[in-house]
């Protein structure tokens, strides 16, 4: 059973950066994934990696802003976002799925396991 936390959230003003981390327990086969929600709106999928860490995709707001990466151990996973704006606001949350590679993209479903999410604050 994968266990999941995240940190490295926190407020920043438009145009800023931020790290997020996930410490993966027991998710090293596993594709991982981070997903952020904001008050009214549903969970969405912003980028997600292979088991192997070689296959990466992101949603496509975030494309060429955020670059997601797993440690070699594949214990660890990051979410380097930059030139943040306020619409990346939410509460991110690191997922696994127990597959190699997801069939469907950033799709809820398919993540299984879940981290508390961790507070993305952008202001303008």
């Known amino acids: 059973q994968a266990q999941l936390v995240e940190s490295g959230g926190g407020s920043v003003q438009a145009g800023g950066s931020l790290r997020l981390s996930c410490v993966a327990s027991g998710a090293s086969s596993y594709a991982l994934g981070w997903f952020r929600q904001s008050p009214g709106k549903e969970r969405e999928g912003v980028a997600e990696?292979?088991?192997?860490?070689?296959?990466?995709r992101y949603a496509d707001s975030v494309k060429g802003r955020f670059r997601i990466s797993r440690t070699k151990t594949k214990s660890e996973m990051y979410l380097q976002m930059n030139l943040l704006q306020p619409e990346d606001s939410g509460i991110y949350y690191c997922a696994s799925a127990p597959v190699n590679w997801p069939g469907t993209r950033l799709a809820v479903a398919t993540y299984k396991t879940w981290g508390q999410g961790t507070q993305v604050t952008v202001s303008s």
């Open positions: 990696i292979s088991a192997g860490g070689a296959l990466t």
